[in-house]
């Protein structure tokens, strides 16, 4: 009996230092490619940059292309940690239209990942390879795109806005926080000013 | 005197020669580029791509970061012949941004380099990376913007929209031409008719 509880205990310590482990060399995967993009994803990098074994994170992750779709998977949960769970309680509509730039502004200035928007840094890169990657980063954005619309829609259904097309205004939105991310990283002054005046302009009532 | 007019010559056709030969070889890389990212151009791959010898690329272009910089140089001196030559006569303000929407859209579509925009492609991949290939794409960007913004503040002045900043303005348009390009790549059929209305309600009286 007790040998099976020890057993037991010893797979359970194991499970959990293995899921830590893996914790730790996704969220160094997600740095570098928010800095150099997926596609420069590689087991060598990550063991070097972690002090794991190169054959212990191979092992873990089998196949680059395995790799990158865990490292997208990771990324957007830190997203959602970072910009729409504390949001969760704002008001829908235009009020958590503005605390959604808020906290996206925070994500990209402070920055949660080293080479900033993970999302702006690889989709293009990514948009004429197809394949499980592309497949990944192209259901986050649709998901992000798709809640950013419900708001524009609750907006427009309480009248805090005029009507207008959720879907087009969606897109909109986030191609200038995209584009933002780039002004960002590359030291424009303006760039938090140029969104407030967006937000002010687009969701002007 | 004969000979020194035939050394000139052979000097003009070699020149000429070698002209045609850096022209083949940017192209190539342009295309690469706009599929892959400046970051994987390689001499090897552009020599076994265009049938020369490695060492004749290299000796070409010297260093990587001297054939990069090339490269961007020659993609927005091809955009200019695409997209901004063909509405230098189409008037001034509305008119001509209108007329430069309708040429970006053939040129993202066609599209004239293989991966698609040039600029949304690489952007992204150098704000995280100071040096000489990111002043090249942010000095074509600049250039861009500057354009847009100018015929926006034209459409101000005579009239033709509601007073609006026009740097704002360049930027939104701007961001929203490099989502739309990362779309179409990805294959989002509705995307061409989101720039239309996007530009109808941006553009209007």
């Given at each position: 009996m007790y040998s099976v509880v020890d057993e037991a205990e010893i797979t359970d310590r194991r499970l959990l230092r293995g899921a830590r482990t893996r914790q730790i060399v996704l969220r160094r995967a997600v740095d570098l490619a928010s800095l150099e993009g997926l596609v420069g994803l590689s087991f060598g990098r990550l063991a070097s940059d972690t002090g794991l074994s190169k054959a212990g994170v191979q092992t873990m992750f089998k196949t680059k292309e395995i790799l990158q779709v865990a490292t997208v998977d990771h990324a957007r949960e830190m997203f959602i940690d970072a910009v729409i769970n504390p949001i969760r309680s704002t008001g829908h509509g235009v009020p958590r239209l503005r605390a959604m730039v808020d906290r996206w502004i925070v994500y990209a200035e402070t920055p949660l990942f080293e080479g900033g928007c993970f999302r702006a840094a690889n989709l293009a890169d990514y948009d004429s390879r197809p394949g499980p990657v592309r497949d990944a980063l192209f259901r986050d954005r649709d998901e992000w795109l798709a809640f950013i619309a419900g708001e524009v829609r609750h907006a427009v259904v309480a009248g805090?806005?005029?009507?207008?097309d959720p879907d087009l205004t969606a897109f909109v939105v986030d191609a200038v926080l995209c584009a933002a991310n780039t002004a960002l990283r590359a030291g424009d002054p303006e760039v938090t000013d140029k969104i407030r005046r967006f937000v002010d302009a687009t969701l002007a009532g």
């Open positions: 805090e806005i005029p009507d207008t």
